[in-house]
Structure formats: structure tokens, C-alpha cells
């Protein structure tokens, strides 16, 4: 029952998670369902494309079905779809965008397309109500690694970003190259537990001074060179030693990082977002740095943090409210820029 509420469907398919939520009056979570594929892709060592968007076209009718369920609800309740329709793989995009159309082609319900990484920013809005721009929000997922200022709900300004590889994208070929598995970032963050942060000083990269970007590539490949070595020296590695030392190296640059961009702007507010948010060691330092520096910090829990579609029905109730609506001609947009490109939703 709908109980005279507004109710938001959100859906998102950018990668290897098909995920479809229903959200009352753009905070109270009806239903999150989240279909991983992660075993499906495991076995390659990583997401490939193509199975990827044709498991999402398989699992969207089932997912779509128990959201509903779910929630008690039926597709006459919902006030309007909003979709991720990028950044993100082509084809996975396209399963979720041509999904939402035909229901909204069918039913007469409005259109909203979401940037992935508006979406990321939302699950902090949608879990926090005393959160309201301007805020800066540390973007850390496997695709990016971001510090934006969040202006407004549909306004926002990046500080700086990665160079090289995303933090997600480090932590999981790290974890590859341990022999740990896909995705590799919960794999780290469990095993870095049982050791020594500080058994291997690996590079922190912090490029020029008052550079507010990001460089992971380097630690990646100390991290390589350093197995190699042991190797070829036909000495044993401890795996959770390394683990915990790269994990020490990498959150201390972000820490710092964000703590700059603090400095720099006079934000009193840090959001973290992202699939790495959920990591523990960055939950416990990025907390400490921000009670020394009298900042509020939020972070959404950790179901929130990596992909969901939650975070889609969020910044799709804003962009509702405030008219933000797609046509039925919405296209996909792998590389879509937050900046510059949320005009493109629009069309
Ligand atoms: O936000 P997300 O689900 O998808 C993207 O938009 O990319 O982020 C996925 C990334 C993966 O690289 C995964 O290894 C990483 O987030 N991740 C973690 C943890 N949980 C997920 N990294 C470190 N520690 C974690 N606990
Ligand atoms: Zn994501």
C-alpha cells in the first residue's frame, strides 16, 4: 500500500549488479534487491562485458518482480523510474535503461536518468537526513576515486581525481595478484586484519604539493615488484602482511588527501561514497581524522556503499522534485563526466 506516499523506483545495471529498490518520499527503503553476479564473473578474475549484460538481461524481470513483492507495492503505486543510464560498461547500460523505458513506455510513469556517481553520493543523503549541500564527498569505488564538492543535489565540482587507477581497481588486482579472488577489496580489508601494517613500507604517491588528485598505479606495482622479488629470492611472503601493508599505504593517501581538501575549502561536512567506503580500516581512520578536525563525517552503511539501487531511487526523487525528467530517447553514457555531462539525463 501506498499510504499517500511518493514512491521512487530506482535500477541500476552500470556493472556487474542488477539492482532494483523502491524508496518512500526519497528515504524510506521499501525494498533493496541486489543480484550479484560476482560468481559468474570470478571465475575470469574479473566483470567481462558481454556476460555481464546478458545475466542482467535474465535477472531484471525476477529482480523487478521481488522489489515489488517486497515493498507490497504494485508498478501503479510508483510515482516515477529513475535509471543509471552512466557511467559505466555500454552493454549492462543498456539492459537497465532499455528496462526502465518499456516500463515507463508502458505505464505512462515519468522517466529519471541518474549518474552512477550522483547515485553513490545519494546513499549518503538518502541515510542521513541532516545532510544537505554543500558538502565535499570522497568518491572511492573500483571505477573511480574522486574528491567533489557537492554544491547542490544536482550540482557538483570535482576537486580532483585518480590519474591512474581507481582505489578499487588497486585493492582488486592486489588481491589478483595474491591469488585471492574477485572482487578483491573485502578479500584485503579481511585478511590485512591478521597482519602487519607496517612489515612493508610500500611508495605513497602524492604528486605535486597542493594537487588534490590521486595516483594508485605506483603502490600497484611496488606491491607486484615486491612479490616478484621474494619470489625470484626464493624467500616465503605472509600474504596478510602484504595485504595489511598496501591497505596502510593506500588509506593513508586518501585520508590525507580528503584532510587537504578540507583545509583547502573550509567544508565542516566529509561524505564518503563508493564501494571502498565499506572498507574497515578506512571507516576507523578517515573517523579519527575527522574528529581532530571537528568535521562531520558520514558514511552510509556498508549495503549502501557498494553498487545498489537504492542510491538510483534517491537521486532520482531530487531530480524529480525539481523536474529533472528523462525522455524516452535516454541514451547510455560509458564515460558520462558528473561536471559537465548531467544535461545529457536530460535529454
Ligand atoms: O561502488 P562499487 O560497488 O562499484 C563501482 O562503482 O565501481 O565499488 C566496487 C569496488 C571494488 O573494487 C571492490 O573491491 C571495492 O569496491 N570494495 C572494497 C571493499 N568492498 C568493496 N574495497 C576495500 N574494502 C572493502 N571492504
Ligand atoms: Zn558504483
Not at 508502458?106 to 541532516?130: D, R, T, Y
Amino acid at each position: 500500500m501506498k499510504d499517500g506516499k511518493h514512491i521512487t523506483m530506482g535500477i541500476e545495471t552500470s556493472c556487474d549488479e542488477t539492482a532494483i529498490a523502491l524508496l518512500a518520499d526519497g528515504r524510506e527503503i521499501l525494498s533493496n534487491i541486489i543480484s550479484s553476479q560476482i560468481d559468474v564473473h570470478k571465475v575470469y578474475g574479473g566483470v567481462v562485458p558481454e556476460i555481464a549484460s546478458r545475466h542482467h538481461l535474465s535477472n531484471l524481470p525476477f529482480v523487478y518482480e521481488r522489489a515489488l513483492d517486497e515493498a507490497g507495492l504494485v508498478l501503479s503505486d510508483v510515482d516515477e523510474v529513475g535509471v543509471c543510464a552512466g557511467p559505466g560498461l555500454a552493454g549492462a547500460l543498456i539492459m537497465g535503461t532499455a528496462f526502465a523505458k518499456a516500463i515507463c513506455a508502458a505505464s505512462g510513469k515519468p522517466l529519471v536518468g541518474v549518474h552512477h556517481i550522483q547515485g553513490h553520493i545519494f546513499s549518503n543523503i538518502v541515510e542521513h537526513p541532516e545532510l544537505e549541500p554543500p558538502f565535499l564527498c570522497l568518491v572511492i569505488s573500483g571505477g573511480h576515486t574522486q574528491l567533489v564538492e557537492v554544491r547542490g543535489y544536482n550540482e557538483f565540482h570535482v576537486l580532483g581525481g585518480t590519474r591512474d587507477d581507481a582505489v578499487g581497481e588497486a585493492y582488486d588486482k592486489v588481491a589478483r595478484v595474491l591469488g585471492l579472488g574477485y572482487p578483491g577489496g573485502p578479500k584485503i580489508d579481511e585478511i590485512a586484519r591478521g597482519g602487519d601494517p607496517h612489515a612493508i613500507e610500500f611508495k605513497r604517491v602524492y604528486l605535486e604539493k597542493g594537487s588534490l588528485d590521486f595516483s594508485f598505479s605506483g603502490t600497484k606495482t611496488a606491491v607486484i615488484n615486491y612479490l616478484h622479488n621474494e619470489k625470484q629470492g626464493g624467500r616465503s611472503v605472509n600474504p596478510a602482511d602484504v595485504a595489511a601493508s598496501f591497505q596502510e599505504a593506500v588509506v593513508e593517501v586518501l585520508v590525507n588527501k580528503a584532510a587537504d581538501a578540507l583545509e583547502m575549502t573550509g567544508y565542516k561536512a566529509l561524505a564518503v561514497a563508493g564501494g571502498v567506503a565499506a572498507n574497515s580500516l578506512l571507516r576507523e581512520r578517515i573517523r579519527k581524522a575527522c574528529e581532530e578536525r571537528g568535521t562531520k563525517l558520514y558514511i552510509p552503511s556498508s549495503i549502501l556503499c557498494t553498487d545498489n539501487a537504492v542510491m538510483i531511487a534517491g537521486a532520482a526523487y531530487r531530480k524529480a522534485m525539481e523536474g529533472r525528467f528523462a525522455s524516452l530517447r535516454l541514451d547510455v553514457w560509458p564515460g558520462l563526466d558528473l561536471e559537465e555531462g548531467l544535461d545529457k539525463l536530460e535529454m
